[in-house]
């Protein structure tokens, strides 16, 4: 076995993670309760009030201005701080694949909502709290379906393109203030979430392209995610960064 790897200061690190009741979202609280961090766990599942993985949990829909603002509020008077932010929720697993021109302009506009403006919003609401922070870091989590071209969800995968561009933008505004702002971008990854987007005979040829011929799990992402939060990755800002096992490049 090789040596365990340790992370600068995530032990005192303040962490929000959103879409935190199932997935990769769950991975990624349950990894960072693990390193020590405190874990503020986010989800419009109430499910998520009964994890074991955080400090607290919280329903939140980050669609929604006032509810971020609720959440600012309550984090305020529980911490006081803002180490980190992971923007992991997302509508993804529950999306019927269809051409873009069948596509209700209501489910493009809730699946916008959540995946774009949601990131948004909580940076926002968040912000006087990260910069109370010594070494804030945001993530965002995007997607390699929006470098791969792939048919069937033309919303999400517009989502996600849109999720890269913000982060470098963001980056630029936030660097005055010692915030770092990175997106971590998977490929395909299985967890225990039933979905739609990706059918087996799909599954298989993405496997046949790749540098690496196996499925990637949660913990394929999670040791990114905290090495991005931790103060280890002090001068990386403004990147998209993807984890997919060499399926595509940038």
Known sequence: MGAEVSYTNIDQKVVVVTGAA???????????????????????SQAVLESENCASGHVVDVSDPDSCRALAAELQ???????????????FSTIQMK?????????????????????????????????K?????????????????????????????????????MSHELGEFGIRVN???????????????????????????????????PDDMTSLAVFLLSDDSGYLTGQTISVNGGLVHR
């Open 22 to 44: 199932q997935g990769i979202g769950a991975a990624y609280a349950q990894r960072l309760h693990k390193e020590g961090a405190t874990v503020a766990a986010v989800d419009l």
């Open 77 to 91: 008077e529980r911490y006081g701080r803002v180490d980190g932010l992971l923007n992991n929720a997302a509508i």
């Open 99 to 131: 051409p873009f021109w069948e596509i209700e302009p209501a489910e493009w506009d809730r699946l916008m909502a959540v995946n774009l403006k949601g990131p948004w919003l909580l940076a926002s609401a968040l912000l006087p709290l990260l910069r």
């Open 133 to 169: 922070s010594s070494a804030a870091s945001i993530i965002n989590i995007g997607s390699d379906a929006a470098l791969m071209g792939r048919p069937g969800y033309l919303h999400y995968v517009a989502s996600k393109g849109g999720v890269a561009a913000m982060t470098f933008s």
């Open 183 to 217: 997106t971590l971008s998977p490929g395909p990854v299985y967890t225990e979430v039933a979905r739609e987007t990706v059918s087996p005979e799909q599954k298989q040829a993405m496997l046949a392209t790749q540098a690496l011929h196996r499925t990637a799990g």
